[in-house]
């Protein structure tokens, strides 16, 4: 079984070894490139918490920022390892949705706390209005871009050509509408006739067949990396699974 990989790096590579881990195979072709702007000095002024809705949120202000003695709330999974990895206090996490988080941080915060949200330029969700609508302040400032190509990456088209994978999995609705989009573009989405889309969950799964007919669908429960890894292990074909 062989599943394509569109996730930016180094995202990517760190899923492709857990489909290793249960006997999957991975194309690993990203779709998305971080932008981070370096220009910029993030604004903490009076802020009482930091806010990462994504890895890459956690990464970007790594980079940009020193400050690691404010407590952390993430999204989900990948966002409080990330966030851990980088040596972030992990204050709180949610089940992998925006509202999620901030029902963690209006159930840890207090009214008239200040919420700092490191932020790309295309977010899922609104974070400060959700907060803001419990009594927190929240300011988000955009540390990067997530850049996409102009037309389908040689190595996924020719994949696609050789009907070398299985299926394809994605993460955010951006990921799975960029490929519709291009695979749509270059020609090739009929051979999507001949995947199953593997989906972190119903938004993802709208984008990924907005135009498209994939051979089957399968979702995760939850919008969690390891429930989509567990959606994956269920398909598995015996003996294959490590």
Known sequence: MR???TRPQPDADRFAAALAGI??????APLMFIDLDRTIDPDLSGCTALAFTSANGARAFAQLSNIRDLPVYT???GSARAATELGFFLAGTGAGTVESLAAVLSGAEKTGARIYHAAGADIAGDLAALLEAEGIACRRQVLYKAQIPDILPEK???????GDVDGAVFFSPRSA???VRLVTNAGQASACAGLDLYSLSPA???AACGTIAWRRVR???TPMQEALINTIRAEVPAGNAG
């Open 75 to 77: 999204v989900g999974s």
């Open 3 to 5: 599943l394509l990989v």
């Open 23 to 28: 006997g999957v195979d991975a194309l690993v």
């Open 156 to 162: 996924i088209s020719l994949a696609l050509s050789a």
């Open 204 to 206: 993802v799964t709208e």
């Open 219 to 221: 979702e995760a429960r």
């Open 177 to 179: 509408g960029t490929f």
